[in-house]
């Protein structure tokens, strides 16, 4: 069965210098005052940056595919719109069953609450139920380490320990289709180690997962196929040893 359908999509953004003003606020008077042209030409004459370019392709379910290419392939844009974050511009795209996105690993966390707080909070942001977060309570603890810290709020937190209770938050949800931006890259080496080991029991059954990544060192054994974006574009879907390959050296080529 088919979990994620993309088809032609494209996403559009316009690059404004600055943050464009409200129609009548001090600013947009001050701007027409220095001689600037109206908003509306501003926005007319602003250059587009075509961040997805007629992206197609489907994810089955049970199919484990990385999404690579450099900073600026649109591999983040991809996720988002995928996850029903962003819309696109044109094209469409259909996800079946629960889908649970992680993005900036930490970023979901509330500094002034404590751990035990932000793991209820965090869970249920990422479509956890209550039962499931006092099921799963006691191993997220345990897997990120902070037992000792767990009711004391965030902004004593390092940012090490904080990036492990996310990580290990995201880690014990269940969902059907499961998107993954650059979460391997999470606090020390020995929880980097962990962390990339859980993952692989994370991808494991029938659920489907696209994992954006810059790392690509083990792509082969977490995932089953490979997406090469460049400018918003596929350049290359197949299988993930090839895939990778193929992407290295034209990398060395181009150095």
Request: aromatic share 6%; glycine share 10%; net charge positive.
């Amino acid at each position: 069965m088919i979990a994620i359908e993309v088809s032609h999509v494209s996403k559009t953004f316009r690059l404004y210098k600055n943050t464009p003003s409200k129609v009548g606020s001090l600013q947009e008077h001050v701007l027409n005052a220095l001689g600037f042209p109206p908003k509306a030409l501003r926005e007319a004459t602003t250059p587009l940056f075509n961040a997805l370019s007629d992206v197609s392709f489907e994810v089955r379910s049970g199919e484990k595919v990385a999404l690579l290419g450099s900073n600026g392939a649109g591999k983040t844009t991809l996720l988002k719109v995928i996850a029903g974050i962003t819309r696109p511009s044109a094209g469409q795209v259909m996800t079946r069953g629960r889908v649970v996105s992680v993005f900036g690993i930490g970023s979901g966390l509330h500094s002034m609450l404590t751990g035990r707080e932000n793991i209820s909070m965090y869970g249920a942001l990422l479509g956890m139920s209550r039962a499931e977060i006092r099921r799963r309570f006691d191993d997220i603890v345990g897997f990120a380490g902070v037992e000792e810290f767990i009711d004391v709020p965030m902004k004593f937190y390092s940012s090490g320990m904080a990036a492990r209770l996310a990580f290990s938050i995201a880690s014990y949800v269940e969902a059907d289709v499961l998107l993954l931006d650059e979460i391997t890259a999470v606090g020390d080496a020995d929880f980097q180690r962990r962390s990339y080991e859980r993952i692989k029991e994370m991808v494991c059954g029938g659920r489907a997962v696209l994992l954006v990544t810059h790392h690509l060192h083990g792509i082969g054994e977490l995932c089953d196929r490979a997406i090469v974006l460049e400018h918003g574009r596929i350049m290359n879907d197949g299988r993930a040893d090839s895939v990778v390959d193929a992407y290295l050296a034209r990398a060395a080529r181009t150095a």
